[in-house]
C-alpha cells in the first residue's frame, strides 16, 4: 500500500506501524482517535493545518526505511511499494 492522499488515516497507522511516530511528530493525536476510520491523509492535514506535502513526504519515506530494512508488512508485496 502507499500512502496517498486519499488513503485513510487508520489504515496507514495498521499497515505502517513504524509512521505512528510521524503522526505524532505533527502533533496530530490521530492514535486512537474514532475518526481516524473515517479521515483520509488530506482530511486530517486540512482540519490540523498541516502542511500535505511535507507530511506525505515524511510519512512516504518512513515506509522507504521500513522496506529497506525489509520489514514489510505482511498483506504488502516489494512491487506495491515502488508504483
Request: hydrophobic share 45%; net charge negative; glycine share 4%.
Amino acid at each position: 500500500m502507499l500512502i496517498h492522499r486519499t488513503s485513510v488515516v487508520e489504515d496507514v497507522m495498521r499497515d505502517w506501524p513504524a509512521t505512528i511516530r510521524t503522526f505524532l511528530d505533527f502533533k496530530l493525536a490521530c492514535v486512537g482517535c474514532p475518526i481516524a476510520t473515517f479521515h483520509t491523509v488530506a482530511d486530517s492535514c486540512h482540519e490540523h493545518g498541516i502542511d500535505e506535502a511535507a507530511f506525505l513526504a515524511a510519512l512516504r519515506a518512513v515506509v522507504v526505511r521500513v522496506v529497506d530494512q525489509g520489514s514489510l508488512p505482511s498483506d504488502v508485496c516489494s512491487a506495491s511499494t515502488t508504483s
